[in-house]
């Protein structure tokens, strides 16, 4: 099963057995002299989250992601990722795409299908995890090969 939303005109998917919960945005905090994908922090039922712009993870990108909800992702993970709108829960994916990573989304894309006509990229939370894991002990983050 799937969790279907739309960030900056795309429609991303996660898996849904690495997320927590959904929720509406609440307070965030933003953190001085932070990276560009971290937008910053916000307490969820007294546990404190990194909230990642996944569009600036890999590059600075001039993108400002504006989002409504935040996607929990479970430990060992244990951070929120942004959606514009509220995801919706899907069951099959229908036909499977082969990709190339084209833009810096694509990196971080497990499969691209079609869903209700719209192209989804599923993201692949493992990946991402790691890269975010790199950049927060000072390694490059270009060097990583998915």
Do not use: C, W
């Amino acid at each position: 099963m799937y969790a279907i939303y739309l960030l900056n005109n795309k429609h991303l998917a996660v898996d849904t057995q690495f997320i927590k919960g959904i929720s509406k945005k609440e307070s965030i905090y933003p953190l001085p002299n932070a990276p560009d994908f971290l937008v910053g922090i916000t307490n969820i039922k007294g546990e404190l989250y990194s909230i990642i712009d996944i569009f600036n993870v890999k590059y600075s990108s001039s993108t400002v992601s504006t989002f409504n909800y935040v996607i929990r992702i479970k430990p060992p993970h244990n951070f929120l990722l942004t959606a514009a709108t509220k995801p919706v829960l899907i069951e099959n994916t229908g036909e499977i795409l082969k990709i190339e990573p084209e833009q810096d989304i694509d990196i971080f894309t497990k499969e691209i299908f079609y869903y209700e006509k719209n192209l989804v990229h599923l993201l692949d939370i493992i990946h991402l995890d790691n890269v975010l894991k790199n950049i927060h002990s000072g390694s490059d983050v270009n060097k990583e090969e998915k």
